[in-house]
C-alpha cells in the first residue's frame, strides 16, 4: 500500500510483465461494456466520497492560510492567487512550484491536515469493489499519506494495489496526458481493459482518448464545473456506489 512511481532503472521489464499478464478474457459477474475490464482506476476526492462532504472546502481553507503565511497576504488576496495558479497552472501547488520554489511536499502535508470526520464510511462501496475483478489503482493530485486516511475512512483501503500520487506523477497534476501515460507504462496496461472514475471532466479526455472506458462523477460543487471542456465521458453518475450496482455489475444471485 502506498507504493509510488519508481525510477527508471528500478522498472520491471515490460516484456516479462506482458507475459505475464493473464490472457485477455470477459469477467461473467459484470454487465455488457464493463465485461472485458481488467483494470479500474479511481479519483480520490469527490469520486470516492460524496462531494457533499465538502471536505474540499477545508482543503481550500488551507491552501489559502498557506499562501497567506508563506507570502505575506491576507486571507483575501491569498485566495484570489490560489485561484489564478489553479487556472494557469493546473493547480495551486504547481503555481506555487513554479513562481515561489515552495517545497511540494511542506504544502501537501500543511493542506491535507483535515478533518476526515465528513466522510462517512461506505460498507456498500466495500462489498462492490470486493466483487470488481482485476486490479484498483487511486490516481490522485493529492498524497499518498492523505490518500490513505481517506481510503481507511471510507473503509475501502484494501482494496487498492497502487496509490498514483502528484509525488508519482513527478508534481504534474492530472489532466496531463504524459502524466496518464506515466501511469498506464507503471502498470503495463491495455487501455481497452480499462476504465477511470473521475469527477472533473478535463481528467477524463486524455484517458479517452487513448481508448480507455470514461465515467464521469457529477457533483454540485461549482469548482468542478468546467465549460470550456466538453464532457465526452462515455457515462456519467452523480453516485459511484449505485453506478457499481446497477451498471457494472450483475445483482449477487
Same mark, same amino acid.
Given at each position: 500500500?502506498?507504493?509510488?512511481?519508481?525510477?527508471? =532503472?528500478?522498472?520491471?521489464d515490460r516484456d516479462l510483465l506482458e507475459r505475464d499478464r493473464p490472457a485477455a478474457r470477459s469477467f461473467a459477474g459484470l454487465r455488457p461494456g464493463f465485461e472485458a475490464i481488467d483494470t479500474w482506476i479511481f479519483d480520490l476526492d469527490n469520486t470516492l466520497y460524496p462531494s457533499s462532504c465538502d471536505l474540499f472546502a477545508e482543503i481550500e481553507v488551507r491552501m489559502g492560510a498557506f499562501i497567506s503565511q508563506r507570502l505575506g497576504l491576507d486571507r483575501e488576496a491569498a485566495h484570489?492567487?490560489?485561484? =489564478?495558479?489553479?487556472?494557469?497552472?493546473? !493547480?495551486?501547488?504547481?503555481?506555487?512550484?513554479? $513562481?515561489? @520554489?515552495? #517545497?511540494?511536499?511542506? *504544502?501537501?502535508? %500543511? +493542506?491535507?491536515?483535515? #478533518?476526515l470526520s465528513v466522510v462517512p464510511p461506505n460498507p456498500a462501496l466495500d462489498r462492490l469493489l470486493a466483487r470488481l475483478p482485476g486490479r484498483k489503482i487511486i %490516481?490522485?493530485?493529492?498524497? +499518498?499519506?492523505?490518500a490513505e486516511r481517506v481510503l481507511d475512512r471510507v473503509g475501502i483501503r484494501p482494496h487498492f494495489e497502487l496509490i498514483f500520487d502528484?509525488? &508519482? &506523477?513527478? *508534481? $504534474?497534476?492530472?489532466?496531463?496526458?504524459?502524466?496518464? @501515460?506515466?501511469?498506464?507504462?507503471q502498470l503495463v496496461c491495455d487501455p481497452a481493459r480499462a476504465a *477511470? *472514475? @473521475? #469527477?472533473?471532466?478535463?481528467n477524463l479526455v486524455p484517458a479517452r482518448e487513448r481508448g480507455i472506458k470514461t465515467v464521469l462523477i457529477k457533483t454540485h460543487k461549482s469548482w468542478?464545473? !468546467?465549460?470550456? $471542456?466538453? $464532457?465526452? &465521458?462515455h457515462h456519467t453518475t452523480e453516485d459511484l456506489t449505485r453506478f457499481l450496482a446497477e451498471q457494472v455489475l450483475h445483482p449477487e444471485p
Open positions: 500500500m502506498g507504493e509510488t512511481h519508481r525510477p527508471e =532503472s528500478e522498472q520491471p484570489a492567487l490560489r485561484h =489564478s495558479y489553479y487556472r494557469t497552472y493546473g !493547480t495551486t501547488l504547481s503555481g506555487l512550484m513554479a $513562481v515561489h @520554489d515552495i #517545497d511540494p511536499h511542506h *504544502f501537501l502535508r %500543511f +493542506v491535507h491536515e483535515v #478533518d %490516481f490522485t493530485n493529492g498524497s +499518498v499519506a492523505y502528484i509525488e &508519482a &506523477a513527478r *508534481f $504534474v497534476p492530472k489532466p496531463a496526458p504524459e502524466t496518464l @501515460d506515466a501511469l498506464l507504462a *477511470f *472514475f @473521475d #469527477d472533473l471532466p478535463a468542478a464545473a !468546467t465549460a470550456e $471542456v466538453t $464532457v465526452e &465521458a
